[in-house]
């Protein structure tokens, strides 16, 4: 699976929106991207995903460059309980490594008052 | 219950001692999953069962067993614990039959502490 490159925190106020970036260079033509996120003592959650086009659900929206080799996670009007660790995890809906996600180190993003 | 549930909430564990930690859903997911994560770390795959029946090695399996006897339940055993087991144990589950593979819901962890 291809790996992932997040930056490791990132900062956002109360109301405004929070961009996470995620780089996956290596990412293959069935592969997706999946997004998670882990608030501080509770198991993870999943947020969205897509493989090209951009999603957008309610939690979150989910841009993908054409190329591929690059998405951002958008939380449009962040708030304090949006503050968690965000996982960009890239896995390919079949063959032997379905199911298996490989979380990395993530992004921690701080939403201020 | 709705969705995970896993028990114990916490424990410490004398070194050499045998742990199980349980792990139930009701959600009817055919796969399972065990996760640990340690400090400042992302979390990393123990062992996976696709369906009931089944389970397969993840990417850190050694020192743990797991079994599958039924759809609802997976638990984890460590057979003789390290204090290198010391870590926060997430169990998952997804819903292979409708295509959400890798959608999993997440359990609230035990955390575990091997002295």
């Known amino acids: 699976d291809a790996k992932t490159t997040q930056p490791p925190s990132m900062d956002c106020a109360e109301g405004r929106a929070a961009n996470l970036p995620c780089n996956h260079s290596?990412?293959?033509?069935?592969?997706?991207v999946y997004w998670y996120r882990q608030i501080h003592s509770q198991g993870p959650q999943y947020i969205i995903h897509?493989?090209?086009n951009n999603e957008t659900n309610e939690m979150a929206s989910l841009i993908i460059t054409e190329d591929r080799k690059s998405s951002t996670l958008i939380l449009p009007h962040a708030t304090l309980r949006d503050t968690a660790v965000y996982y960009c995890?890239?896995?390919?809906?079949?063959?032997?490594?379905?199911?298996?996600?490989?979380f990395g180190r993530g992004t921690q993003l701080t939403v201020w008052p | 219950i709705a969705g995970i549930t896993q028990a114990p909430t916490s424990q410490i564990l004398a070194a050499g001692r045998r742990m199980t930690l349980r792990c139930t859903q009701d959600?009817?997911?055919?796969?399972m999953y065990w996760y640990r994560q340690d400090l400042g770390l992302g979390l990393r795959l123990i062992h996976y069962?696709?369906?009931?029946?089944?389970?397969g090695k993840g990417e850190v399996p050694d020192g743990y067993s797991v079994s599958r006897a039924n759809t609802d339940d997976f638990p984890l055993t460590l057979a003789s614990a390290v204090p290198s087991q010391t870590s926060v144990y997430f169990c998952?589950?997804?819903?292979?039959?409708?295509?959400?593979?890798?959608?999993?819901?997440f359990g609230p962890g035990t955390r575990l502490t091997v002295l």
């Open positions: 998952a589950s997804s819903d292979r039959t409708s295509g959400k593979y890798n959608e999993q819901f």
């Open positions: 290596t990412i293959s033509g069935n592969e997706y």
């Open positions: 897509g493989l090209k």
């Open positions: 995890i890239v896995l390919s809906d079949r063959g032997s490594t379905l199911g298996r996600l490989y």
């Open positions: 959600m009817r997911h055919n796969a």
């Open positions: 069962s696709n369906t009931a029946g089944t389970t």
